[in-house]
């Protein structure tokens, strides 16, 4: 585990190197979706209920969605291109290392864009999600699960180049 710390601490670095480009990444992915918060909220005032979904239901289930999409396709960006590191040869170095290579890869670069929405998944829940302990845990337990199947498929879907 210290090894892919290790790579996950490099991939932040890396990120980090041109703070100006992190941070403006940052904020156009959060602009977008402060852009979708004002469409939802637009629309449940001019409709109402739909079905049994509301604006502070929609809000809880963007604030999950938003969180998922940071950590997987965010922090573990290599998920979605599983398939074209396989299909380059670069899988190749990774499984030659001592360590679980899928855990490797999987650390080793950080979309900088979709931390915008691992930041404003939790910012939107605590702002709109009305947080009480049964909201929190449906967020946080949501949140978690979410990422490990969208994590899952990526890797699944990705593996099926091999």
């Known amino acids: 585990?210290?090894?892919?710390?290790?790579?996950?601490?490099?991939?932040?670095?890396?990120?980090?190197?041109?703070?100006?480009?992190f941070w403006f990444q940052v904020t156009?992915?959060?602009?977008?979706?402060?852009?979708?918060?004002?469409?939802?909220?637009?629309?449940?005032?001019?409709?109402?209920n739909v079905r049994g979904w509301d604006a502070h239901r929609i809000?809880?289930?963007?604030?999950?969605?938003?969180?998922?999409?940071?950590?997987s396709l965010g922090?573990?960006?290599?998920?979605?291109?599983?398939?074209?590191?396989?299909?380059?040869?670069?899988?190749?170095a990774a499984l030659t290392l001592p360590v679980h290579p899928l855990a490797y890869l999987l650390a080793r670069r950080i979309d900088t864009v979709m931390v915008g929405d691992l930041l404003f998944g939790p910012i939107l829940f605590?702002?709109?999600g009305t947080?009480?302990?049964?909201?929190?845990?449906?967020?946080?337990?949501?949140s978690i699960c979410g990422a490990i199947v969208l994590t899952g498929f990526l890797v699944a879907l990705g593996a099926l180049t091999m």
């Open 1 to 21: 585990m210290k090894v892919i710390f290790a790579t996950f601490r490099t991939a932040v670095s890396e990120a980090w190197v041109n703070r100006r480009s």
């Open 28 to 48: 156009i992915m959060i602009t977008n979706d402060v852009a979708w918060v004002l469409f939802w909220i637009l629309f449940f005032n001019k409709v109402g």
């Open 59 to 71: 809000l809880l289930l963007f604030a999950i969605i938003t969180t998922v999409a940071g950590i």
């Open 75 to 92: 922090l573990l960006a290599n998920s979605r291109k599983i398939g074209e590191l396989i299909a380059d040869g670069q899988i190749d």
């Open 126 to 128: 605590v702002l709109a």
């Open 131 to 142: 947080p009480t302990i049964e909201r929190t845990l449906v967020y946080v337990v949501g």
